[in-house]
């Protein structure tokens, strides 16, 4: 399937760039429950969970809502038989199930101080920059040229990249109040499903003598597109589009540690865990685009990365020229034969 889709293994057991650059791994856990500032270091219970962020986290819900309703309202307008109902929801199901690895030779472009300081590195960096950028804008030229029908029609595939910007950001909200009420269902609706299972799972080792306390504070800058590839993908009865798009999400998170001092349930904090850091995490998402009317389906995150390097880029550009000479070595093979 990987190679029917020219994808490349991405978080977990499948990703081939874990994100240990995030807050959640750097700490060893996923966030957890969420309180009030004004919690006292010692409880009965813990409170009612809830999420707290003083950047109008309900701007950025209705943001996402608006968002995906004007899909299913675009979806809605287009009449559908059944044939092509169905075809939508497996197509939807199948990506939503397998889809955990990203395109090959993706460039997640890094902030300009982290590029190499030498100038024979950083021209290659470059080269290695101009390159996945092209695929990527190359891609979606493609796709938009060949959704317009006609030289003097209008192009039906509309890339949005300031909605998916704003989406992706209360996307990545949205998984953390999941995370932190240990909501299985929304991640399971919110992500892909390789991805969820890695953020279920340490949901249910928590136990009940351990519990975390997780605050996006805030957002300390904007956020931008880092990649952003579309590729046709055609197996059995499934004929769509697939994009994949790696935002940049800069935030300052607070983390920290509770546990139960006694067998009377009462709670206290771990000395020493309280940690507040800035982050900047690349959030990879993917989405299914219908090839004829070239409506989306809704966005998934499919996890986070961390930024390419020199050695990563040339690493993996090398073993894709093996691919390649692997894949016409077998081609000539079967001529001869």
Same mark, same amino acid.
């Given at each position: ?14 990703? %081939? ?19 009030? %500032? ?17 950047? $109008? ?20 307008? /287009? ?7 169905? /075809?939508?929801?497996? *197509? ?14 993706? =460039?997640?472009?890094?902030?300009? =101080? ?10 290659? =960096? ?5 390159? @996945?950028?092209?695929?990527? =804008? ?16 209008? $192009? ?6 300031? @909605? ?21 269902? *929304? ?15 340490p949901i249910k080792a928590r136990g009940t003598n351990l519990y975390y306390e997780w605050e996006l504070m805030r957002y300390t800058g904007a956020s931008r597109i880092s990649s952003d590839m579309i590729q046709p993908f055609q197996q059995d009865h499934i004929d769509c589009l697939v994009r994949q798009t790696i935002v940049t999400v800069p935030s300052r998170q607070r983390r920290v540690q509770w546990k139960r001092s006694n067998a009377l349930g009462a709670w206290q904090v771990v000395p020493g865990s309280e940690k507040e850091v800035d982050l900047v995490e690349y959030v990879a998402l993917t989405c299914v685009y219908?090839?004829? *009317? ?22 993996? %550009? ?11 070595? @077998? ?7």
């Open positions: 399937m990987a190679s029917a889709l020219g994808l490349r293994g991405a978080r977990g057991p499948m990703w %081939k760039r874990p994100a240990t650059g995030t807050f959640m791994t750097t700490c060893g856990l996923a966030p957890a429950v969420v309180w009030p %500032k004004q919690l006292p270091a010692i409880a009965i219970a813990p409170p009612t969970a809830r999420f707290y962020s003083p950047t $109008a986290a309900s701007y950025s819900y209705n943001t996402y809502s608006r968002f995906n309703q004007n899909q299913q309202h675009e979806r809605q307008k /287009a009449p559908q038989s059944p044939q092509v109902y169905r /075809a939508n929801r497996s *197509t939807e199901g199948f990506i939503s199930e397998h889809v955990s690895l990203l395109y090959p030779l993706t =460039f997640v472009s890094p902030p300009l =101080f982290a590029w190499p300081r030498n100038p024979i590195k950083a021209w290659k =960096f470059f080269m290695g920059w101009a390159e @996945g950028h092209g695929r990527a =804008f190359l891609s979606n030229t493609v796709v938009k040229w060949s959704s317009k029908g006609s030289l003097f029609k209008r $192009a039906k595939y509309n890339p949005d990249r300031d @909605g998916v910007k704003l989406m992706a950001r209360a996307m990545h909200r949205s998984l953390g109040e999941a995370m932190a009420s240990g909501d299985e269902l *929304t991640l399971q609706k919110t992500c892909t499903q390789v991805f969820a299972r890695t953020l279920i799972a219908d090839s004829k *009317t070239y409506q989306p389906t809704n966005w998934r995150i499919m996890g986070t990365l961390k930024p390419t390097t020199l050695q990563s880029w040339l690493t993996e %550009k090398e073993g894709v020229n093996i691919l390649g000479r692997q894949e016409a070595k @077998g081609h000539n093979i079967l001529d001869e034969e």
